[in-house]
T-cell receptor
Framework: GAGVSQSPSNKVTEKGKDVELRCDPI?????LYWYRQSLGQGLEFLIY????????KSGLPSDRFSAERTGGSVSTLTIQRTQQEDSAVYLC??????????FGPGTRLTVL | RKEVEQDPGPFNVPEGATVAFNCTYS??????FFWYRQDCRKEPKLLMS???SGNEDGRFTAQLNRASQYISLLIRDSKLSDSATYLC???????????FGQGTRLTINP
């Protein structure tokens, strides 16, 4: 069956521009997570959605970062006024329980 | 101090060797424990969960020592295809997120 998909796979942008990253979770999965992985670093939690509950935004690094999940399915991560330190691979995962998180292939963001 | 710490390696071992990775976690409220595998430029994939009693999956054995807050992964009879980065992962009680170590890079040489 279809796994988690993310788009675009690669994004190059200029400092100061806004970017939107998209995640399509596995159908039926109620939980959706965003992480980011900077070069040589471990994965860093950003935000978590579970059903209709208020999202856990505790990992968002600044107010330039926001995310939405529409209709309990597709999610968009938005980064406003991008900075060079935002360059990373942004990974989305979906699942029903913590030990069944399935990751998408990620979006590699490069801010010039 | 990072919540989950791993030796980043790299570990370079010959095919057929046995290799062990260690991981320590700092939060005593850590609840669940996992090893994930991440191939170069790919997403992480769950390798195995780790239980207090220890568990085995083929050539892979995982151990958890809650008293020492220490997790290990043992790979026996290593294969070329085992080359990857191995991520130690924990969850914290009450927090719905995975906390990742920075990973240990393993290369199996022919």
């Amino acid at each position: 069956g279809a796994g988690v998909s993310q788009s675009p796979s690669n994004k190059v942008t200029e400092k100061g521009k806004d970017v939107e990253l998209r995640c399509d979770p596995i159908s039926g999965h109620t939980a959706l997570y965003w992480y980011r992985q900077s070069l040589g670093q471990g994965l860093e939690f950003l935000i978590y959605f579970q059903g209709n509950s208020a999202p856990d935004k505790s990992g968002l690094p600044s107010d330039r970062f926001s995310a939405e999940r529409t209709g309990g399915s597709v999610s968009t991560l938005t980064i406003q006024r991008t900075q060079q330190e935002d360059s990373a691979v942004y990974l989305c995962a979906s699942g029903g329980a913590l030990d069944t998180q399935y990751f998408g292939p990620g979006t590699r963001l490069t801010v010039l | 101090r990072k919540e989950v710490e791993q030796d980043p390696g790299p570990f370079n071992v010959p095919e057929g060797a046995t290799v062990a990775f260690n991981c320590t976690y700092s939060n005593s409220a850590s609840q669940s424990f996992f090893w994930y595998r991440q191939d170069c430029r790919k997403e992480p994939k769950l390798l195995m969960s780790v239980y207090s009693s220890g568990n085995e999956d083929g050539r892979f054995t995982a151990q958890l020592n809650r008293a020492s807050q220490y997790i290990s992964l043992l790979i026996r009879d290593s294969k070329l295809s085992d080359s990857a980065t191995y991520l130690c992962v924990v969850t914290i009680q009450g927090a719905q997120k995975l906390v990742f170590g920075q990973g240990t890079r393993l290369t199996i040489n022919p």
